[in-house]
């Protein structure tokens, strides 16, 4: 456990960036948000579905400073991740971002209720706009001055 939490602390020191952890099935729209996320100067760690990101978590969980968590994805769905996430001492303080294409009342209220920081409907937002939403919650990586 303590090699990983130097890989955790290796992370942060050698990029100075804040982290950003996708939880998104879609391929496509993981490399979007990855290239949206980068260009603003943050390092973005991604994973495939819910089990995925908590695994994530437990490996490197000192390094992640906010989740953007897919609700619909295959092995954990993104409210089961979320419960799961925030039921856990050491994790429950990262803010969370669940990012859907479904525009529905239950799932923002559920996911909102689940401890969700944020309920990002992806067909009514660009990947910039995601960008300045992640801004509000976490200040963006600070920029180097060379």
Same mark, same amino acid.
């Given at each position: 456990m303590r090699a990983l939490s130097q890989f955790a602390e /290796?992370? /942060?020191?050698e990029n100075d960036k804040q982290v950003v952890l996708i939880a998104e099935d879609e391929? !496509?729209?993981?490399?979007?948000y990855f290239v949206a996320l980068t260009g603003k100067g943050y390092?973005?760690?991604?994973? /495939?579905?819910?089990?995925?990101?908590?695994e994530w978590l437990e490996k490197k969980g000192g390094v992640v400073d906010?989740? &953007? &968590?897919d609700i619909v994805m295959?092995?954990? !769905?993104g409210f089961e991740t979320l419960e799961k996430i925030k039921k856990d001492e050491k994790f429950?303080?990262?803010?969370?971002?669940v990012s859907t294409n479904l525009d529905n009342a239950d799932d923002k209220r559920e996911a909102l209720g689940l401890g969700a920081n944020e309920y990002f409907v992806k067909s009514h937002h660009t990947p910039s706009e995601l960008v300045e939403i992640i801004h509000k919650i976490i200040a963006?990586?600070?920029k180097k001055i060379i």
């Open positions: /290796k992370i /942060k020191m391929a !496509d729209i993981r490399e979007m390092t973005v760690l991604q994973a /495939k579905n819910g089990s995925e990101a908590f906010l989740i &953007l &968590l295959p092995v954990m !769905d429950r303080n990262i803010p969370i971002i963006p990586p600070a």
